[in-house]
């Protein structure tokens, strides 16, 4: 079975920056197109980032378009979401997420649903 383990959340301020990994295992991961979700309390769980198998497609939400960054090394097995410019309403546990459909239109990979394999999340904390 596929895991996946994020890393790298943490206390950040305001206009600052952090960048979470998500680790993945097996070798199929290069198969998998991934996501980034995020939940704060008491809040539905929405959509961040998502990014096609060869990274050559991503797509973003639009409260963090222009200020997060999805990228990812398929020899590292590994996902990166890249946040810059840091908000208090980040403030959230972020997951990352890996779908194995063979293709998904950009739609559903905003879709949680769409994703079969997700991590414990990181919590990430942003201070004004």
């Known amino acids: 079975q596929v895991k996946l383990v994020e890393s790298g959340g943490g206390l950040v301020q305001a206009g600052g920056s952090l960048r979470l990994s998500c680790a993945a295992s097996?070798?199929?991961?290069?198969?998998?197109?991934m996501g980034w979700f995020r939940q704060a309390p008491g809040k539905d769980r929405e959509f961040v980032a998502a990014i096609r198998r060869s990274g050559g497609s991503t797509y973003y939400a639009d409260s963090v378009k222009g200020r997060f960054t999805i990228s990812r090394d398929n020899a590292k097995n590994t996902v990166y979401l890249q946040m810059n410019s840091l908000k208090p309403e980040d403030a959230a546990v972020y997951y990352c997420a890996g779908s194995s459909r063979y293709y998904s239109i950009s739609y559903y990979l905003r879709r949680g649903s769409e994703y079969d394999y997700w991590g414990q999340g990181t919590q990430v904390t942003v201070s004004s």
């Open positions: 097996g070798r199929t991961f290069s198969t998998y197109a």
